[in-house]
Nanobody, 111 residues
Framework: QVQLVESGGGLVQAGGSLRLSCAASGSLVSVNDIYWYRQAPGKQREFVAIITSRSRTNYADSVKGRFTISRDNAKNTVYLQMNSLKPEDTAVYYC?????WGQGTQVTVSS
């Protein structure tokens, strides 16, 4: 059964950085498009970033230039490097492969 486990969330001050990890079971990372989404309290889950199986990337406008998605196929892990964090980045962050979601990791940015 496919499993995704996110980690790396935490509390950080505005302007700080965090790196999220999404570890996948099996060899899913190298052959699939991988997504990061986030959900803030009282809001719908929204797209953050994607890295395709051919390593093309795309980002939501709200994070473009601040966040970077990458993959390590040998470790079956996808990363989300988040720099210049803002309070509005506060949310639970989820990774997704096909129809499988991870459990999420909380990111809180204080002002």
């Amino acid at each position: 059964q496919v499993q995704l486990v996110e980690s790396g969330g935490g509390l950080v001050q505005a302007g700080g950085s965090l790196r999220l990890s999404c570890a996948a079971s099996g060899s899913l990372v190298s052959v699939n498009d991988i997504y990061w989404y986030r959900q803030a309290p009282g809001k719908q889950r929204e797209f953050v970033a994607i890295i395709t199986s051919r390593s093309r990337t795309n980002y939501a406008d709200s994070v473009k230039g601040r966040f970077t998605i990458s993959r390590d196929n040998a470790k079956n892990t996808v990363y989300l490097q988040m720099n210049s964090l803002k309070p509005e980045d506060t949310a639970v962050y989820y990774c997704k492969i096909n129809v499988v979601w991870g459990q999420g990791t909380q990111v809180t940015v204080s002002s």
